[in-house]
């Protein structure tokens, strides 16, 4: 048994890692390519225990909580339904849905639009497919390792951008079940991507969408498919309203 631990400032609500991130983190335990199901919030700054699985499966816990598995799968691409340009999604963040609206996410180290030390990965509704979501990544410097994006920085903006783009104008809450991601290279630090999310199906509280992370000439760099879950939470006293 080994254990991981998640910085604080990776957080997606306030006091829980980021749902991506921490797949993404989880899915180098088993060789990268992975299928991570997330059953509980992921505390930060804690040590979470490793145990091996069958099949090279991995499950993660928290004292005696079990907070996620993860199991190895084989490299698999989705291709987008457009390939934005960089400027392009940059001009789709400006119409981020929730500028200026206090929410559970405000916070997100990955897509808030406001967060100083954030990774900026602010989606907003194509101009030419409105249930497409597009955002650009260019992530900080910090967010790098030897020049490389760290794997759980691309894990993260497929998460967030995957969001289902029909439950925004209803502020409902959805958190994710599960996420499956191939990454398909190291991506440089200073490169300028586009983040693609749309839906692929619906349940009757879940959602299934699918997401890539595209290059400067629209190959896909990683994709993903996710498992939205609908939660029903209160607003919080502090939150102008309740939303993702």
Excluded: Y
Aim: proline share 8%; charged share 20%.
């Amino acid at each position: 048994m080994t254990s991981i631990r998640i910085a604080p400032h990776l957080n997606g609500l306030v006091d829980a890692a980021q749902g991506g991130i921490a797949s993404g983190m989880f899915a180098q335990l088993v060789g990268g390519s992975a299928r991570v199901r997330l059953l509980n919030p992921i505390p930060l700054d804690a040590d979470l225990a490793v145990h091996d699985g069958p099949s090279g499966m991995v499950s993660i816990a928290h004292d005696d909580t079990l907070i996620a598995k993860a199991e190895p799968i084989a490299p698999f691409r989705h291709e987008a339904p457009l390939a934005p340009s960089f400027t392009e999604a940059l001009e789709a963040s400006q119409r981020h849905p929730f500028v200026g609206v206090r929410h559970l996410f405000s916070d997100c180290v990955v897509c808030s639009p406001t967060r100083p030390d954030g990774i900026g990965v602010v989606f907003g509704n194509s101009r030419r497919l409105r249930d497409v979501l597009i955002a650009p990544l260019s992530a900080p410097p910090r967010f790098a390792v030897n020049g490389a994006l760290r794997p759980e920085i691309l894990w993260g903006a497929l998460d967030c951008t995957s969001f289902p783009s029909d439950l925004l104008p209803s502020r409902t809450v959805a958190v994710t079940g599960q996420l499956t991601a191939h990454v398909e290279r190291a991506v440089d630090a200073d490169e300028r991507l586009v983040v693609v999310g749309w839906r692929t199906g619906k349940g009757t509280r879940s959602h299934r969408t699918a997401s890539a992370v595209l290059d400067g000439a629209g190959r896909t760099v990683a994709s993903a498919e996710v498992t939205w879950v609908e939660v029903a939470m209160p607003t919080p006293r502090n939150h102008a309203r309740v939303a993702v």
